[in-house]
């Protein structure tokens, strides 16, 4: 299995909503990520988590909170966002030992705030 | 800090033709990696190839080539015999080497959109 799974993969929430995006992944990584991408931009990141700690934190507004549970799956729990958040929200995985350069994203979470 | 440029935001060319995208960088550290990664209309964002700093040798992954010049920081991507699903946006990106305990910090280029016509 070398698939990052992400859900859902739309979501259009309001502003005064708490919704949740999931990203599973079953290849035994120990690092996982957070990126935001606006449209024709490149990603941007947002949290590193290794081995269920967080390790990165670029700044991101509280109304963002990630959470990791397990190895296997990183949440990112939304509220109160401003229609600005709009954007597609991918989640990637790399290995913490070997090839650790190589990230494997899933196919995001696209986001609209009304 | 780092800064990854690439000058060309759209290019086309003719199914299998052979085109290069443009790619350079600019960074303090002598250790790092370089990738290009693809993002067709399905927005999943695809390893295409990468580069160990390290290694004077190009990388090559099938039709997709790379030309590092480590000096001139430029590292850029001959894609030989285009094919329509090549048709995408290309980013460039650059990554230094890290602790195995902190996980790895991507920085891309703006992109470039690839358009292969039929």
């Known amino acids: 299995d070398t698939e990052v799974t992400q859900t859902p993969k739309h979501l259009v929430m309001g502003m005064t909503n708490k919704k949740s995006l999931k990203c599973e992944q079953h290849?035994?990584?120990?690092?996982m990520y957070w990126y935001k991408q606006k449209a024709k931009k490149p990603p941007e990141l947002m949290f590193v988590y290794s081995y269920e700690k967080l390790s990165i934190n670029e700044s991101v507004p509280s109304r963002f909170s990630p959470e990791c549970p397990n190895s296997s799956l990183l949440n990112l729990h939304l509220h109160a966002l401003q229609p600005e958040d709009s954007a597609l929200y991918l989640c990637?995985?790399?290995?913490?030992?070997?090839?650790?350069?190589?990230?494997?994203f899933g196919s995001g979470t696209q986001l609209s705030v009304l | 800090a780092q800064t990854v440029t690439q000058s060309q935001p759209e290019m086309s060319v003719q199914e299998a033709e052979t085109v290069t995208l443009s790619c350079t960088y600019d960074?303090?550290?002598?250790?790092?990696?370089l990738f290009w990664y693809k993002q067709p209309p399905s927005r999943q964002m695809i390893l295409v190839i990468r580069?160990?700093?390290?290694?004077?040798q190009n990388a090559t992954e099938n039709r997709f080539s790379v030309n590092f010049q480590k000096a001139a920081k430029s590292f850029s991507l001959k894609i030989s015999d285009s094919q329509l699903g090549d048709t995408a946006m290309y980013f460039c990106?650059?990554?230094?080497?890290?602790?195995?305990?902190?996980?790895?910090?991507?920085?891309f280029g703006e992109g470039t959109q690839l358009t292969v016509n039929p």
């Open positions: 290849m035994g990584h120990r690092a």
């Open positions: 580069q160990e700093a390290y290694k004077q």
């Open positions: 990106a650059f990554m230094k080497h890290v602790g195995w305990t902190s996980g790895s910090r991507l920085t």
């Open positions: 960074t303090s550290e002598s250790n790092y990696y």
């Open positions: 990637a995985s790399s290995h913490s030992a070997r090839e650790r350069e190589k990230l494997f």
